[in-house]
């Protein structure tokens, strides 16, 4: 007995001591290769031409091009934001190049090059078989360029749309032309504006009216090429009715530069439409110095544009040197629904800033937030949120739950949320806690005879309850596994 | 931007001659702060600390500094009498010590207390450390220009190992005259002292003045100081209070505060916990109506081994008022041990009101307790039933919760007297 308490507390011990947390933590990156492919882009810089370039190449139409060359124009004008918490380098617009695509382009997903098959294969991901066996249709986007779009058939039979951001401009240019920015406006900020100008690809959803999805929609995007920034472009549009649950999964090679990436997602709930978005991003995280990885800034915003709709965020963000990340619903119809779900984990020298916006006009909506953040390492881990009520919103209610969970002593855990009521007849909650694991709850686990390491990964799993229950099974389990290989060694 | 000195309120401060103190080391802080002032002005609402504070409208007024018929001016003493508080007073007619309303002739022993004016006259070495502070931050407009400007106040001090019976009562009263002008306290409990003081702001007359009070206030190694506010300045007051205090080891501090009047009031609470085991609690209410504004920041640090800080705050905004609150807990890396809660609970009564919240929660170590929460809504439907199933009627009940609902922040005030009347101010400022 005594043996064991003395087990316990020297290897409790152990898990205070900073050395030895950090280099447990130093797990490696399972997805960490380059691909080999003949790859064509534009040589490094930015100007009116390159976003001409850009445009001529995907064969956009006139007003495509003139509607960049705004965005950039306004992008020229703004300020880098700097509000956040997090320690970024200057980043050099200029160094990048914004465009690279695989140099054929397949037609079909039997033309694909074996090699990038196979990089989805190393992935996990062997499209014909996951999406044939789990009923996914999955929109993988290498880079630049769709490489192939599964079960577009049997989508186009329920009458959606699935298909990537460019073959939209082309082949539905009316809906594109009616949604795209219009929840994200071209100057809605730095990153938005540079993505508005150069993005590349991303997908395209359009759900008609009253049509419920066959299928969870998916798709898988990989940073590849050296210095090549990529910017998606994602736009889901549900008509009065409509359902569908979409799903964004990423992992990048392993790189010593810091890639950039700054992607805009709209989302648009006409009339008792309901979406869901859920994400788990694994991008690299840079290496225990803090060396390289994959810069993220992202705009993601849903509007709630009927009454009786609901968007629902979902995310698990493992990856990423830095994260810049805001999914918002804006609540505009009446009795509309907003949620979001996250679960942020940060080691080394990783930096999170992310959180949500609901914004509610409408009359008697409703807006839920579960957050739980866990740092490790010499992390930065921050929560920055807003609801506001605005003077219209009737009844309107709010419920926030913000957890922050440390795993040793040189990490940080922040908590920055806004609440701004303007209407008497709202409600809104906000509740924030910061600890670390209990040396009670390890006790327990390790009396029961369950390993130290075990006993962590239970803990912190329970912790994240709350966010993986809204995941897409398939997702879910991955999530899990993200944390697991994450914490991989962080105690004992 | 603007040129800052070409806004009225900028210039009209700035026009004002630094008061000379003969003392090298002051008039070159005063300098300093001045020209930081001239240069940075006013922080408009993209600095985040006045993000919900906007000053455009306070900016067009200007203002002339000092009052030369300070001594002079008619006030009622007899608001000056809280229940509860008898002994020794330090009354500031706009920023200026009057000795007839005040009362210092029975200090007790180990208390001592004087006007900075005076102060300054004898051996002002001790009061170095805290008035040579140069104030550099975005947004420190207001003690920048205090540092500059402010020739009175108070400087008290508690010997070591004294407890002070009675309590000390300061008094700011902002008279008749529209103008602006400046107070500097200096405060310092000595280690195991103890000391309540009560700070008050009222107006005689309804001026419409600019008034900014910069206090530090130092809690040695085991002294405790219960710091209770009465503000119920007049409402044309735009008032600004910075309060800085330092707790050692062991040191504890309860503050108590009442926001009541006003037309533009910030107070800013910079509290650092720099000493193991030290213990700070806040409680306070403000109540803004009319077309106030009131906004409160609290900005808690924890810096050392095993230190507590509990904060509730409520807000009850009425008409076309706003509340704004923020309440940043920072524990600082190594200081394991600490233990942080904050809540914030408002009510919304009009739908012109608006409440502002913001908690806030920067942790850099892991043993550690923190947590706040944060509500913005309506008196609870089901207590508002209960009541008014045993014939209570519904105007009644609501006057009865939100009473309650306020009155909470009081509920650990010990001085009973004192904590009666200030609920009776609470209440009589509720809606009918």
Same mark, same amino acid.
């Given at each position: 007995?005594?043996?064991?308490?003395?087990?316990?507390?020297?290897?409790?011990?152990?898990?205070?001591?900073? &050395?030895?947390?950090?280099? &447990?933590?130093?797990?490696?990156?399972?997805?960490?290769?380059?691909?080999?492919?003949?790859?064509?882009?534009?040589?490094?810089?930015?100007?009116?031409?390159?976003?001409?370039?850009?445009?001529?190449?995907?064969?956009?139409?006139?007003?495509?091009?003139?509607?960049?060359?705004?965005?950039?124009?306004?992008?020229?004008?703004?300020?880098?934001?700097?509000?956040?918490?997090?320690?970024?380098?200057?980043?050099?617009?200029?160094?990048?190049?914004?465009?690279?695509?695989?140099?054929?382009?397949?037609?079909?997903?039997?033309?694909?090059?074996?090699?990038?098959?196979?990089?989805?294969?190393?992935?996990?991901?062997?499209?014909?078989?996951?999406?044939?066996?789990?009923?996914?249709?999955?929109?993988?986007?290498?880079?630049?360029?769709?490489?192939?779009?599964?079960?577009?058939?049997?989508?186009?039979?329920?009458?959606?749309?699935?298909?990537?951001?460019?073959?939209?401009?082309?082949?539905?240019?009316?809906?594109?032309?009616?949604?795209?920015?219009?929840?994200?406006?071209? @100057?809605?900020?730095?990153? *938005?504006?540079?993505?508005?100008?150069?993005?590349?690809?991303?997908?395209?959803?359009?759900?008609?009216?009253?049509?419920?999805?066959?299928?969870?929609?998916?798709?898988?995007?990989?940073?590849?090429?050296?210095?090549?920034?990529?910017?998606?472009?994602?736009?889901?549009? &549900?008509?009065?009715?409509?359902?569908?649950?979409?799903?964004?999964?990423?992992?990048?090679?392993?790189?010593?530069?810091?890639?950039?990436?700054?992607?805009?997602?709209?989302?648009? *709930?006409?009339?008792?439409?309901?979406?869901?978005?859920?994400?788990?991003?694994?991008?690299?995280?840079?290496?225990?110095?803090?060396?390289?990885?994959?810069?993220?800034?992202?705009?993601?915003?849903?509007?709630?544009?009927?009454?009786?709709?609901?968007?629902?965020?979902?995310?698990?963000?493992?990856?990423?040197?830095?994260?810049?990340?805001?999914?918002?619903?804006?609540?505009?119809?009446?009795?509309?629904?907003?949620?979001?779900?996250?679960?942020?984990?940060?080691?080394?020298?990783?930096? *999170?800033?992310?959180?949500?916006?609901?914004?509610?006009?409408?009359?008697?909506?409703?807006?839920?937030?579960?957050?739980?953040?866990?740092?490790? @390492?010499?992390?930065?881990?921050?929560?920055? @949120?807003?609801?506001?009520?605005?003077?219209?919103?009737? @009844?309107?209610?709010?419920?926030?739950?913000?957890?922050?969970?440390?795993?040793?002593?040189?990490?940080?855990?922040?908590?920055?949320?806004?609440?701004?009521?303007?209407?008497?007849?709202?409600?809104?909650?906000?509740?924030?806690?910061?600890?670390?694991?209990?040396?009670?709850?390890?006790?327990?686990?390790?009396?029961?005879?369950?390993?130290?390491?075990?006993?962590?990964?239970?803990?912190?799993?329970?912790?994240?309850?709350?966010?993986?229950?809204?995941?897409?099974?398939?997702?879910?389990?991955?999530?899990?596994?993200?944390?697991?290989?994450?914490?991989?060694?962080?105690?004992? | 931007?603007?040129?800052?000195?070409?806004?009225?309120?900028?210039?009209?401060?700035?026009?004002?001659?630094?008061?000379?103190?003969?003392?090298?080391?002051?008039?070159?802080?005063?300098?300093? $702060?001045?020209?930081?002032?001239?240069?940075?002005?006013?922080?408009?609402?993209?600095?985040?600390?006045?993000?919900?504070?906007?000053?455009?409208? #306070?900016?067009?007024?200007?203002?002339?500094?000092?009052?030369?018929?300070?001594?002079?001016?008619?006030?009622?003493?007899?608001?000056?009498?809280? /229940?509860?508080?008898?002994?020794?007073?330090?009354?500031?007619? $706009?920023?200026?010590?009057?000795?007839?309303?005040?009362?210092?002739?029975?200090? /007790?022993?180990?208390?001592?207390?004087?006007?900075?004016?005076?102060?300054?006259?004898?051996?002002?070495?001790?009061?170095?450390?805290?008035?040579?502070?140069?104030?550099?931050? %975005?947004?420190?407009?207001?003690?920048?220009?205090?540092?500059?400007?402010?020739?009175?106040?108070?400087?008290?001090?508690?010997?070591?190992?004294?407890?002070?019976?009675?309590?000390?009562?300061?008094?700011?009263?902002?008279?008749?005259?529209?103008?602006?002008?400046?107070?500097?306290?200096?405060?310092?409990?000595?280690?195991?002292?103890?000391?309540?003081?009560?700070?008050?702001?009222?107006?005689?007359?309804?001026?419409?003045?600019?008034?900014?009070? %910069?206090?530090?206030?130092?809690?040695?190694?085991?002294?405790?100081?219960?710091?209770?506010?009465?503000?119920?300045?007049?409402?044309?007051? $735009? #008032?600004?209070?910075?309060?800085?205090?330092? #707790?050692?080891?062991?040191?504890?501090?309860?503050?108590? %505060?009442?926001?009541?009047?006003?037309?533009?009031?910030?107070?800013? #609470?910079?509290?650092?916990?720099?000493?193991?085991?030290?213990?700070?609690?806040?409680?306070?209410?403000?109540?803004?109506?009319?077309?106030?504004?009131?906004?409160?920041?609290?900005?808690?640090?924890h810096q050392a081994l095993n230190t507590t800080s509990t904060s509730h705050w409520r807000g009850v905004a009425n008409d076309r008022a706003r509340g704004v609150f923020r309440g940043a807990i920072v524990v600082a890396p190594g200081a394991d041990g600490s233990d942080a809660n904050l809540s914030n609970k408002n009510l919304l009564l009009s739908p012109s009101a608006e409440i502002d919240t913001k908690p806030e929660l920067e942790i850099y170590a892991d043993e550690v307790q923190a947590a706040h929460g944060a509500t913005v809504g309506q008196l609870d439907e089901r207590s508002l039933f209960y009541l008014r199933s045993r014939g209570i009627p519904l105007a009644e009940?609501?006057?009865?919760?939100?009473?309650?609902?306020?009155?909470?922040?009081?509920?650990?005030?010990? $001085?009973?007297?004192?904590?009666?009347?200030?609920?009776?101010?609470?209440?009589?400022?509720?809606?009918?």
């Open positions: 007995m005594n043996e064991i308490m003395n087990k316990q507390s020297s290897s409790a011990a152990t898990l205070r001591d900073n &050395a030895d947390v950090a280099e &447990a933590l130093g797990r490696t990156y399972s997805a960490g290769f380059i691909t080999k492919i003949e790859m064509t882009g534009l040589p490094p810089g930015l100007d009116e031409s390159t976003v001409r370039a850009i445009s001529a190449i995907k064969h956009e139409p006139e007003w495509m091009t003139e509607w960049r060359l705004d965005a950039y124009r306004h992008w020229l004008t703004m300020p880098k934001p700097d509000w956040a918490k997090l320690n970024i380098d200057p980043i050099d617009y200029q160094a990048i190049s914004y465009y690279a695509a695989p140099k054929v382009a397949p037609k079909s997903l039997d033309e694909v090059d074996p090699a990038l098959l196979e990089t989805y294969e190393k992935l996990g991901i062997p499209l014909h078989e996951r999406a044939a066996l789990a009923g996914v249709a999955v929109d993988a986007v290498f880079d630049s360029v769709s490489v192939g779009t599964t079960f577009r058939k049997q989508l186009a039979e329920a009458g959606v749309l699935f298909c990537s951001m460019s073959e939209a401009i082309r082949e539905y240019p009316d809906i594109v032309r009616k949604y795209l920015g219009s929840v994200v406006p071209t @100057g809605d900020n730095f990153f *938005a504006a540079l993505n508005s100008a150069v993005f590349s690809d991303g997908s395209f959803v359009f759900i008609p009216k009253g049509v419920r999805c066959p299928m969870e929609l998916s798709t898988y995007f990989r940073i590849n090429a050296q210095n090549t920034g990529q910017f998606e472009r994602t736009l889901i549009v &549900a008509e009065e009715g409509a359902h569908v649950s979409y799903l964004e999964g990423c992992t990048a090679p392993k790189r010593d530069e810091n890639q950039l990436h700054a992607a805009v997602v709209e989302l648009v *709930a006409l009339e008792k439409a309901q979406i869901k978005y859920s994400t788990v991003q694994n991008w690299y995280p840079g290496d225990e110095n803090g060396v390289g990885g994959i810069y993220n800034f992202v705009t993601k915003r849903g509007d709630c544009r009927g009454d009786d709709s609901k968007i629902s965020w979902t995310q698990v963000e493992t990856g990423s040197a830095i994260t810049w990340k805001y999914p918002s619903v804006v609540l505009r119809g009446d009795r509309s629904v907003g949620e979001f779900y996250s679960v942020a984990l940060t080691h080394h020298f990783q930096q *999170a800033d992310t959180g949500t916006k609901m914004i509610h006009l409408g009359k008697y909506t409703k807006s839920k937030i579960v957050s739980k953040g866990i740092s490790a @390492g010499r992390s930065s881990n921050s929560y920055r @949120g807003l609801v506001k009520m605005e003077k219209g919103a009737e @009844g309107a209610r709010n419920y926030t739950q913000c957890d922050s969970l440390l795993i040793g002593k040189k990490c940080g855990a922040h908590t920055f949320p806004y609440m701004e009521v303007k209407n008497p007849t709202a409600i809104v909650e906000h509740e924030a806690t910061t600890s670390k694991i209990s040396d009670d709850q390890m006790f327990y686990c390790r009396a029961r005879g369950i390993p130290e390491e075990d006993a962590v990964s239970m803990i912190v799993d329970g912790f994240c309850k709350q966010v993986f229950r809204e995941l897409p099974m398939e997702f879910a389990v991955e999530a899990k596994k993200l944390l697991e290989v994450s914490l991989e060694g962080a105690v004992g | 931007m603007n040129q800052p000195a070409s806004l009225p309120l900028v210039a009209s401060l700035l026009d004002a001659p630094l008061p000379a103190s003969g003392l090298g080391w002051l008039d070159a802080a005063r300098r300093e $702060n001045r020209a930081a002032f001239a240069a940075g002005g006013l922080p408009d609402t993209r600095v985040e600390a006045w993000k919900y504070t906007a000053l455009r409208g #306070l900016a067009q007024r200007s203002f002339g500094s000092g009052d030369a018929a300070a001594q002079t001016r008619a006030v009622d003493a007899s608001t000056l009498a809280l /229940p509860g508080v008898a002994g020794v007073r330090l009354v500031f007619v $706009n920023g200026a010590f009057r000795a007839d309303l005040s009362s210092l002739d029975e200090l /007790p022993a180990g208390l001592s207390l004087q006007p900075l004016s005076q102060a300054l006259l004898g051996d002002a070495e001790p009061l170095r450390f805290a008035l040579s502070r140069h104030y550099r931050d %975005v947004g420190d407009a207001f003690a920048q220009i205090n540092a500059a400007s402010a020739s009175d106040g108070v400087v008290l001090r508690v010997a070591a190992h004294t407890k002070i019976e009675l309590p000390v009562q300061l008094v700011f009263v902002g008279a008749e005259a529209e103008l602006a002008w400046h107070a500097r306290n200096v405060i310092e409990l000595g280690a195991g002292a103890e000391l309540c003081l009560v700070e008050q702001h009222a107006s005689s007359g309804q001026p419409t003045q600019l008034a900014t009070l %910069v206090s530090d206030i130092d809690v040695r190694e085991g002294a405790q100081l219960h710091h209770v506010v009465l503000q119920d300045a007049g409402i044309g007051a $735009n #008032l600004f209070r910075r309060n800085s205090l330092r #707790l050692h080891a062991r040191a504890q501090a309860t503050l108590h %505060v009442l926001e009541l009047g006003g037309a533009l009031v910030r107070h800013d #609470l910079r509290a650092e916990l720099i000493g193991d085991d030290a213990q700070l609690h806040t409680r306070g209410v403000f109540m803004p109506h009319g077309r106030q504004h009131i906004d409160t920041q609290l900005a808690i640090r009940a609501r006057a009865l919760l939100t009473a309650a609902f306020c009155r909470a922040v009081l509920d650990d005030l010990p $001085n009973k007297a004192l904590r009666e009347h200030l609920s009776g101010l609470l209440i009589a400022q509720l809606p009918a």
